[in-house]
């Protein structure tokens, strides 16, 4: 356990080994979370600059689609998202939900 965190903090984060040292365990978590949160928005970023071109090229083929297809068509990490939205939202929604049916039974 010990060795990867090092080697992570080395080798992802860039730092030295007295730099290392220095950290408490929290500190190591949050760099490396933000380190994991930079690598996603990059691998969306060129997910979405190849579905810009896969739409773009579709659109404008010679057997074009009738109706426009959108870079997120193209997009795998879109339609996850689509399928499985984030448990804070699911709350909210039920929540509301919720809310709007105890409103109902109050009238």
């Known amino acids: 356990m010990w060795d990867r965190c090092w080697s992570t903090a080395v080798v992802r984060l860039g730092l030295t080994s007295e730099q290392f040292f220095r950290l408490t365990p929290r500190q190591l978590r949050v760099l490396a979370d933000r380190d994991s949160e930079f690598i996603e928005r990059q691998r969306e970023h060129a997910e979405l600059l190849a579905g810009i071109i896969a739409a773009s090229v579709v659109n404008y083929s010679f ?28 709350a909210q929604n039920i929540r509301c939900f919720l809310m709007a049916q105890t409103k109902l039974r109050n009238r």
């Open 63 to 90: 057997c074009h689609p009738k109706q426009a297809k959108a870079p997120a068509d193209f997009m795998p990490s879109y339609h996850r998202r689509k399928a499985n939205p984030p448990k804070d939202l699911v």
